[in-house]
């Protein structure tokens, strides 16, 4: 299973990439996931495909070797509480003054093998039998501490095996339960004008439900709906609720994705915006690539 990092094929990638942040035209990348932070696109090469997770741009080489650290011991401490981690290499490039551009590097796994996918494919027995063992999981491993991100396309099954995709923001605390991620950093794909706002008003919040069992879960039945997959959520309800120390409810779940949706439908907007000043206004390529339209 292991694999070493295509050098020359993420060199001529990271030159796409800067080019389309250029011309804002991405045709020439195959683009598998925008997420809310990282930009996930597909590598062919002559020895496999991969899925290559591009950071924020590090102003220093001391973080940039800070995170990487911290996504090495995200995975060993997941690994050890029963989640499978798709194997996960590290790959960066020198820029000017000291900064430097890194990709999260992993296997493409088979996309159709997603959960998000299988959700909508497979059928009632998988759903079910998926649904606790993702149970299982949460429950051995999210503590005050170590935090999951679980919704189901950060999940793939392959080969009768869960396997855990979401490493490139790890989710640590440390013993007075801050955030170990290099928040700021990760924050400025925000507009410069809502940065300080966000960090101080929403990081908590944001990052608050994955280092709870119940709060993974609720975050998890609420993006099915971001999934079309509301017909699940009563009967996985029923599922989780043996389980947890607090009952959920439909209505808390529809609530909660209602103002998980609000809040980064504003985040994108103002990154729209915030675009359009780069490029029109102050005729600087802007940093990062945006979704096309995520509908929720
Ligand atoms: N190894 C992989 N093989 C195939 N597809 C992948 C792989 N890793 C990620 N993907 C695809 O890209 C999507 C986004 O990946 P991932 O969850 O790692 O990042 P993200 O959600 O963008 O992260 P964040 O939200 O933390 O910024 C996944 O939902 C999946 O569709
Ligand atoms: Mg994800």
Known sequence: MTFSVPSDAMDTLEDQVTQALRTTDDRALTILGYGEVTLV???E??????????LPVFPSRERLDRHSALVDDYVTRLDKGGVSVAE???????????????????????EERLCSRLLHTAGDAWCE???????????????PRLGLDGQASNWIDVDGELVYLDVTTPLMRDE????????????????????????LAMTKSIFDKFYSPRGVVLDFLGNLHKERLE??????????????????????ISAYYRD?????ELIQRL???????????????YPFLLPRRVTR
């Not at 090469?45 to 591009?54: E, N, P, Y």
């Not at 790959?91 to 999260?104: F, Q």
């Not at 007075?176 to 400025?188: G, H, I, K, N």
């Open 271 to 285: 990154r729209r915006a915030d675009r359009f000043v780069h490029h029109k206004i102050l005729h600087r390529p």
């Open 41 to 43: 696109l597909r590598l």
């Open 176 to 199: 007075r339960e801050r955030e170990l991620l290099d928040v700021p950093l990760f924050f400025t794909s925000l507009p410069w004008l809502m940065r300080d706002v966000v960090r």
């Open 129 to 143: 039998g998926f649904f606790e063992r993702f149970l299982d999981r949460v429950e051995s491993t999210v503590t």
């Open 45 to 54: 090469t002559g020895a496999g495909a991969f899925a290559c997770k591009r």
């Open 88 to 110: 996960t290499r590290m790959w960066h490039r020198s820029l000017r003054g000291g900064r430097a551009v890194a990709y999260c590097v992993q296997k493409a796994l088979p």
């Open 260 to 264: 998980d949706a609000r809040m980064w």
């Open 231 to 252: 017909r699940l959520v009563p009967r996985f309800v029923e599922q989780a609720d043996a389980r947890l120390d607090r009952p959920l409810d439909t209505e808390e």
